[in-house]
């Protein structure tokens, strides 16, 4: 069982930036590939970006290329999201997810996602 807590959420202007950070426990962390989603009210929750095991390998939707990031620090269990030049369309609840696959994939798929945190609020006022 892994269980995943988000941080860093809040309202922040357009052009503005947010880093979230997800903290894991539970399950070896960092054998696995884990990855950011955000669901807008009203809408399905979305894919935004992924990483494997060991930080290797990255993936983004295309919404978000060259603004957002995610990083991780397998010593301190912990993923992150620097998100960059928000715009008011990033508005949603972001969720941090962990896979089983210690394969070195990155995976966009949110089926592939065995865990999920509570999620946090993140606001972009234009």
């Known amino acids: 069982q892994v269980q995943l807590v988000e941080s860093g959420g809040g309202l922040v202007q357009a052009g503005g930036s947010l880093r979230l950070s997800c903290a894991a426990s539970g399950r070896t962390f960092s054998n696995y590939a884990m990855g950011w989603f955000r669901q807008a009210p009203g809408k399905e929750r979305e894919f935004v970006t992924a990483?494997?095991?060991?930080?290797?390998?990255?993936y983004r939707a295309d919404s978000v290329k060259g603004r957002f990031t995610i990083s991780r620090d397998n010593a301190k269990n912990t993923v992150y999201l620097q998100m960059n030049d928000l715009k008011p369309e990033d508005t949603a609840v972001y969720y941090c997810?962990?896979?089983?696959?210690?394969?070195?994939?990155?995976?966009?798929?949110?089926?592939?996602?065995?865990?999920w945190g509570q999620g946090t609020q993140v606001t972009v006022s234009s």
């Open positions: 990483i494997s095991w060991n930080g290797g390998t990255t």
């Open positions: 997810a962990a896979t089983t696959y210690s394969s070195g994939g990155v995976y966009s798929d949110r089926r592939r996602y065995a865990y």
